[in-house]
């Protein structure tokens, strides 16, 4: 059984620090790996998809990182803004159709 | 907007009740899921639909709860005889899939069930 696991739950920043928030899952055969933003009371937002085969995806000033071997992968912030105080949620999908979510990561950018 | 659309956005039912929320997909995209998500928790997955077909349903997905695709297109998620421990977000996503690499999955703006 999949499990994501993402740490910290909870983080809080001034603005224009770089962060990095983790991610890790307990079974290496994965299809892919997807962040998500969540704003409170909302739906999702896509940020990045990583493939099996890929090691990183860019967007902006996000940056996403996947090592399978390990079971991890990190969402790097640059530059973070008040704007991107939100909840991050990773998501691994290990079959055709289940995604399996972690808990998130509550980011708050202090202005 | 030619996203993810749900609807209702918001129902309050008392217990006992059937809901019916209803999803429409991206217009292109073959694949639809249901998760549900409570306060604090990442999104539980529900089950999903490649085209009409479904495909692959979880153990959280009781018997009162009934998901259909009928044409392929929109999505009905029926919860009948609800409970208390009902009351969460209903979130509906929707995806290229069916051949590698499978695609992103867009969201949905949710449902949010209170059972009271």
């Known amino acids: 059984k999949q499990e994501v696991t993402q740490i910290p739950a909870a983080l809080s920043v001034p603005e224009g620090e770089n962060l990095v928030l983790n991610c890790s899952f307990t079974d290496s055969a994965i299809y892919n790996l997807q962040w998500f933003r969540q704003d409170p009371g909302k739906g999702l937002t896509s940020l990045l998809l990583?493939?099996?085969?890929?090691r990183e995806q860019t967007s902006g000033r996000l940056n996403a990182s996947l090592d399978k071997s390990s079971g991890r992968s990190t969402l790097y912030i640059a530059a973070s803004q008040p704007g991107d105080s939100a909840t991050y949620l990773c998501a691994v999908k290990t079959n055709a159709g289940k995604s399996t979510f972690g808990d998130g990561t509550t980011l708050t950018v202090k202005p | 907007d030619t996203g993810v659309s749900q609807n209702p956005r918001h129902k309050i039912t008392k217990r006992g009740q059937n809901v019916t929320f209803r999803c429409d997909p991206i217009s292109e995209h073959n694949r639809l899921y249901w998760y549900r998500q409570t306060l604090g928790q990442g999104p539980e997955f529900l089950t999903y639909?490649?085209?009409?077909?479904?495909?692959?349903k979880s153990r959280l997905l009781s018997d009162r709860f009934s998901a259909e695709r009928p044409k392929g297109s929109f999505s009905t998620l029926e919860i009948q005889r609800t409970e208390q421990g009902d009351s969460a977000m209903y979130l509906c996503?929707?995806?290229?899939?069916?051949?590698?690499?499978?695609?992103?999955?867009?969201f949905g703006p949710g449902t949010r069930l209170l059972v009271l």
């Open positions: 639909f490649q085209n009409e077909a479904q495909l692959e």
């Open positions: 990583i493939q099996s085969s890929q």
């Open positions: 996503a929707s995806s290229l899939g069916g051949q590698i690499p499978e695609m992103t999955q867009y």
